[in-house]
């Protein structure tokens, strides 16, 4: 669309079968907008608005849009027979939109169930681990948009510490979601965001997870020297215990990547003593908000798994890849973060390659390759990419078992918009 209107909006929301409430947090916004553009017709949405609202059309089902093309030519009859009641509606309109900035109201200060809800809001976004990589983008810039809202009404400094939290999260999950989604130099520059918001909230465990996060991007990146960069400074800032052991899994990955497997040994070696330290000291973060801010059992066992991977080392990473699968297996399944979980399957497959083991590869690979695009993030095509390199190199190259299974995982490549890092 070239410019979208809150008739254009509501009319998607009416193709789609959503309420007001649904639609707002399918697109991430406030509800409030949605009764906006219900209000105001002719209003046009902002350019962060008009992106999203692109971006949900691109996602609709084809009878959906169908749906969508043929109410247009409805609104556009509609849009000349305005009407008296249209003028009244103004008027009641415009009342909403004065009581609802009312300078009056602001100035009393944030309620505290307010920044409560938005906590309880954020620890349930961050334990869904089956929510497709746009969808937990929406959500998180929704509740960190409210969270900065909320934080510029108010001076008090507790309530501003709490709501600085919210906001660091928020940006965290919505830098690693658009890392997922393709979008390396704005996941770096939300990255580099959410680590200013947790240091103005004093929560060193926030602020030494979102270094992990940048040293994460770095080794994505394959900038190894910037991860260790990254890990130097968040080891002074991190507390004893989940945090600095989750730091070390990271920067494992990092040695990897240089080719030194005594470092990686060594910093695994290291974050035992971390777990001891873990078991008599709970991290605030991980116990309060959980699910993508902690980091168990088995997300050390991947972080491992791709260590040792890095290293060409398919016995030592199929072994911790299935310690890993083991763990996340024992999960409620509403908890089970599939992008980890499929990711971890991508690595214990590429480890039976090393291990000259192409049926065991393409066991591993099975679930992966029944993923709906919607599900299919740069995380997963990275690692697939490299699989598919695995299958076209010697001793698979002319193997017609091992070709065929490459053909398989090129068509799943290019069915999925979401492409891997070059």
Known sequence: MEQWTGRLACALQAAAGMTNERFAGWLGIAVRTVAYWHSRPESVPGNANQELLNAALDRLSDAVRSRFLQSLDDAAERQGSASSGDAVGDVVSDAADAIADDSLLSSIGVPHDSIEALQQDMALLARSGGMAAFDTFSSARRLRDEARALAERTRRPGDLANLFVVIGQ???????????LGHWNESAALARAATQ????????????????LQMTLANWRNEPDAALSYFARAMRAAPDGEPKLRLRYIVSRSYALLDDSESVAAVLEAALRDREAAEGQPDELA?????EFAFG?????????????????GEQAARYGRDALRVYQTLPEARRPYSQMNGTRIDVAAAHLYMRDKDGAAEALRTVLDLPPHKR?????????????????????GDADARQLAERISVWLSETSARPLA
């Open 197 to 212: 918001y947790a240091d103005l909230a004093g929560h060193a465990s926030l602020k030494a997870w979102t270094y992990g």
């Open 170 to 180: 928020g940006t965290s999950l919505v830098a690693s979601t658009a890392f997922d």
């Open 287 to 291: 116990t309060s908000t959980g699910g």
């Open 377 to 397: 993030n740069v995380s997963l095509t990275g690692r697939l990419a490299r699989i598919e390199r695995l299958l076209n190199e010697a001793p698979w190259s």
């Open 297 to 313: 059992d088995a997300r050390a066992a991947a972080c491992a798994a791709a260590a040792w991977l890095d290293l060409r080392n």
